[in-house]
């Protein structure tokens, strides 16, 4: 241990609590870090620091203390460091930091390493960072979601590095008997003025603290990053490509077994009796046969074998939540619902332009299924899981089994991707509700036919647009959209936990939806007088924000009216935007790809292309495509897929304010891309008596290798913000828009229904009882 | 119950489990390598993707009964040591090419794409778009157009 003489002014006169110091009134080259108490350097920072307070979030948000009811905050709040987020320094000069975020494939724990990397001129490889155990104290500050993860956490992961860096700068100084403005620091090693070092790693424990203190940093300025908008490849690629990363299925916890759920034949039924409870608890490898809301759950030896028993299990069943609803009934439901039209009186002459698009429900499952492993005791419980909001899963859970919330460990295990299902513990409370059931360890698996029969389902909705004209301009713009219910349990908007979205205030859940609706949509043109409304009707689906919110369907919704107003004035679809746009960012994107893309270049009869634009997350996207929609495309077959149209080329450019990895930026885009294509054309879940037919990836569409661009590019726009904006969800809707637009032009007709191949039920559905398919025995007939 | 012998990555094993469990069961399950991944247990998401004595195959949809002693079952963990090296050269051209987002399906998707590459050559002709297009393995993060990259960069180092 040793005692540091501050150079950053050791401010003991600093207030120490939750209410002292949050970064806001403080000058961003003077926020403030925290040394903390340790044997080897730690230090944290507020997770506040350089953030919008919370509750800015959305209009008349539950105010904080509200929440102090429904969890410990009071507890909690004692806590001087409730809010800190904090990196230590080891002995072999590694720093280990705990992002309390869920990296579920979007690469934030590669741009979070690189943050620390920059600030404590280390090299990235020795930076790990790992995912945080859900944490209540932290209440707002533990969702992943909303496209937020780098906007929030870039100031404070840097003002704690910042800290740590001083702090091992003030003992190299002392070690090596040299001033600490003749130090420099570079790759874990600092260098004195006579050319002797010494490493963090040496420095780690020399640097410790015997008590927590705030000091004040400065941030490496945006034109010295050498780390901070470098292309850097993902911090476990070689891990993946190995087949050493490991997700929930792949952890060894002792005893527990597989386990998976006799799902019911309609969508939320629950099981009432087994008619052969004691022949299925005889069959090979099974250990346990439970009823359970949700179902029956079999534990066995091997997944194959509860597969098995899943198939044996004779069950009488409960009806479900939509007994005998179909596609079309839940669309005459939204019909019913739609809020009218308000247009503003426009003079007589002026033109109206009308437009209704109806989108499918559709499922938000990622390829690593619903999963979680569970250990109930009678006295705590420790649950593994894919969770964006472990602290809303932790409170689930102790309330499913029966435990205070601090007898709930859960840890977050890295997800085989998300697109928001995992920002539901629907896996994690259900695998709690087994093990407690059975008195032992579970690992649950949902089968893949479980995913979109009963998982979450992106809503189904409706949007119209109205549209006035007067001499090549728009006076009006309107649009009122209507959706089933999108379940916001997990948490409001981008910074808010269910604690609040549950809260009395809110039940119904109308204002909120309708709160996000308004903060997340905003029309980037200069259209007169535009009014945006949202209604939501019906709350018996599993619903959840797939990869963005409201803004894929609204997107396609706007940009499918605005080629028809173009149309209508005699203008190109893209001469017009760039005349109508107001949002410069989209402007330049929209530029962007028409250059890149070639807009408007000569192409064989059957080919068209599309553009379109989309602002979120305080920055903008625009994508071209080329769709071929020539016989020869149309027409090909692939077994078991649909082909149709398919989109040959797309270009996307995107500017997110600070790009802190333009490589995993681009990724995300190409990503977006995927969804977009698949959205416009191809997949969606079919309502029919009750229950979605799909179950299997052969029913649902989602884009594959035949319906992929052959070219695709994605132009990272060079930006001058500070800070970094959304990007995981950035690259959807003007995706979906593009892929539309250019279907509505090769057809000459608007598409009213999305996707667009919904009208065929392209496969045989599989039986509902029993709910999975058998496992096939003919795997060798098709090795090459 | 019933003994089964094969080999796996190189070594030999003897499991004790029923005939008809599926192979993939037995490798995740009971010997505990797991990186094929379970996706959809029908041989349609293709994560499980590994080899049988050199061809890409599922292990969800084989019987442990069809295994033969003879039988050389690789999968990802084991792929690199076929051309003993650390990594296989379609494994370095992920990481090239920064495939892998999520990662959950990429161990299938590089077992089917060095299938590919050595059934195009025992073919004598170079991998085409069709064949590129050809590619069952789903991925949801939708990576799609850098695992196009990826396979025909990894075919010149194989």
């Known amino acids: ?784 | 119950m019933a003994q089964h012998t094969f080999t796996v990555n190189g070594e030999s094993v003897t499991v004790d489990v029923a005939d008809d469990v599926r192979l993939l069961w037995v490798l995740r399950d009971v010997l505990g390598i797991t990186g094929p991944k379970y996706g959809c247990g029908i041989n349609v998401c293709k994560a499980c993707t590994s080899h049988i004595n050199g061809k890409a195959f599922n292990p969800c949809s084989v019987r442990v009964a069809d295994i033969g002693p003879d039988d050389e079952v690789t999968t990802i963990e084991g792929l690199a040591d076929t051309v003993d090296a650390d990594l296989h050269p379609m494994q370095e051209a992920w990481i090239e090419r920064d495939v892998a987002q999520c990662g959950y399906c990429q161990p299938g998707q590089i077992m089917a794409a060095v299938a590919l590459v050595n059934k195009v050559r025992a073919e004598g002709r170079a991998i085409t778009t069709a064949d590129l297009d050809g590619i069952r393995n789903i991925c949801r993060c939708g990576t799609y157009h850098r695992i196009r990259e990826a396979v025909v960069e990894g075919a010149k180092g194989m």
């Not at chain 1, 070092?197 to 020399?206: D, E």
């Not at chain 1, 809260?503 to 309708?514: E, F, I, K, T, V």
Request: with cysteine; aromatic share 6%.
């Open chain 1, 1 to 784: 241990m040793t005692t540091v003489p501050d150079r950053a002014r050791a401010s003991s006169h600093l207030p120490p609590g939750p209410a002292g110091p949050d970064g806001r009134g403080v000058s961003r080259r003077g926020l403030i870090g925290w040394v903390l108490a340790g044997s080897t350097l730690a230090v944290a920072a507020d997770l506040t620091v350089g953030a919008a307070p919370a509750n800015a979030a959305v209009p008349s948000p539950p105010q904080v203390p509200e929440l102090y009811d429904l969890g410990d905050l009071q507890t909690h709040s004692a806590l001087p460091t409730s809010q800190l987020i904090s990196i230590t320094l080891d002995e072999q000069g590694v720093a280990h930091f705990a992002i309390p975020r869920a990296e579920v494939g979007q690469g934030i724990t590669t741009a979070a390493a690189m943050l620390i990397a920059e600030e404590l001129t280390l090299p990235v490889e020795k930076v790990r960072v790992t995912l945080a155990k859900a944490r209540p104290e932290l209440v707002f500050n533990q969702l992943t979601g909303g496209s937020n993860t780098m906007q929030s956490m870039f100031t404070p992961i840097r003002v704690a590095a910042a800290t740590a860096k001083g702090r091992l700068l003030q003992a190299a100084a002392i070690e090596l008997g040299a001033q600490v403005s003749s130090l420099v620091a570079k790759d874990g090693v600092v260098t004195g003025p006579t050319g002797s070092s010494v490493t963090y790693g040496a420095l780690a424990t020399l640097a410790a603290s015997t008590e927590t203190v705030a000091v004040e940093v400065a941030l490496t300025p945006r034109s010295e990053f050498s780390v901070i908008g470098t292309p850097r490849g993902r911090d476990d690629a070689l891990a993946a490509v190995t087949g050493r990363k490991q997700f929930t299925l792949d952890l060894q916890v002792p005893d527990a077994l597989p386990t998976m759920v006799c799902r019911p034949p309609e969508l939320n039924g629950s099981p009432r009796f087994v008619n052969n409870l004691a022949a299925v608890r005889a069959m090979p490898g099974v250990t346990d046969v439970v009823l359970v809301p949700t179902g029956v759950a079999v534990r066995a030896a091997t997944f194959g074998q509860c597969i098995d028993a899943v198939r044996a299990l004779d069950v009488q069943w409960n009806p479900g939540s939509v007994t005998g609803e179909s596609d079309a009934s839940i669309l005459a439901e939204l019909k019913a619902a739609e809020l009218p039209m308000a247009v503003p009186s426009v003079p007589l002459l002026a033109t109206t332009l009308d437009l209704r698009v109806e989108f499918m429900f559709r499922s938000s499952a990622a390829l690593e299924p619903n999963c979680a492993i569970a250990d109930v005791r009678s006295d705590r419980a420790t649950v593994w899981a894919g969770l964006k909001a472990p602290i809303v899963a932790q409170r689930d859970i102790a309330e499913a089994v029966g435990l205070p919330q601090g007898a709930v460990t859960v840890n977050v295990v890295t997800g085989g991707g998300s697109f928001g299902h995992k920002l539901f513990g629907d896996a994690a409370t259900e695998a709690a509700v087994i093990s407690k059931a059975m008195g032992k360890p579970v690992k649950l698996l949902w089968h893949r036919a479980d995913e979109p029969r009963q998982g979450r389902v992106h809503p189904m909705a409706t949007s119209r647009v109205r549209a006035t004209m007067l001499a090549g301009q728009v006076l009006t713009f309107e649009q009122r959209h209507t959706s089933v219910v999108t379940d916001f349990g997990h948490g409001l908007g981008e910074r808010l936990t269910a604690m609040a979205a549950e809260l009395p205030a809110n039940l119904g859940g109308m204002g909120l939806s309708q709160s996000i609706f308004t903060l997340t949509q905003e029309l980037p043109y200069d259209f007169g007088v535009v009014t945006q409304l949202l209604n939501e009707v019906d709350t018996r689906f599993n619903t959840g924000s797939m990869r963005n919110i409201y803004s894929p369907d609204v997107a396609c919704a706007n940009e499918l009216a605005v080629d028809q107003i173009a149309k209508r004035l005699g203008q190109d679809p893209y001469t017009f935007r760039m005349g109508f746009l107001k949002n410069a960012k989209a402007k330049r994107c929209l530029a962007a790809v028409a250059k890149a893309g070639g807009w408007g270049r000569s192409l064989p009869a059957g080919v068209t292309q599309g553009i379109a634009v989309h602002t979120e997350y305080k920055g903008a996207t625009a994508v071209l495509v080329e769709l071929d929609t020539r016989p020869a495309t149309v027409n090909r077959t692939v077994r078991n897929a649909v082909t149709g149209p398919r989109v040959t080329k797309a270009v996307i450019a995107v500017d997110v304010g600070l790009v802190v990895n333009p490589r995993g930026l681009e990724a995300q885009m190409m990503g977006g891309v995927s969804d977009g294509i698949a959205l416009a054309l191809t997949s969606s879940n079919h309502l029919q008596d009750g229950h979605f037919l799909e179950a299997s990836w052969d029913n649902y569409f989602y884009t594959r290798q035949w319906n992929v661009p052959l070219e695709f590019s994605c132009i990272v726009m060079p930006s001058d913000e500070e800070l970094p904006g959304g990007a995981g969800e950035a690259g959807v809707a003007a995706s979906v828009a593009a892929v539309a637009c250019a279907y509505a032009r090769a057809t000459g007709k608007v598409p009213t229904r999305f996707p667009v191949n919904h009208g065929t039920i392209s496969f045989t559905p599989k039986t509902f009882v029993p709910p999975v398919p058998e496992s096939p025995v003919d795997g060798l007939s098709s090795t090459f």
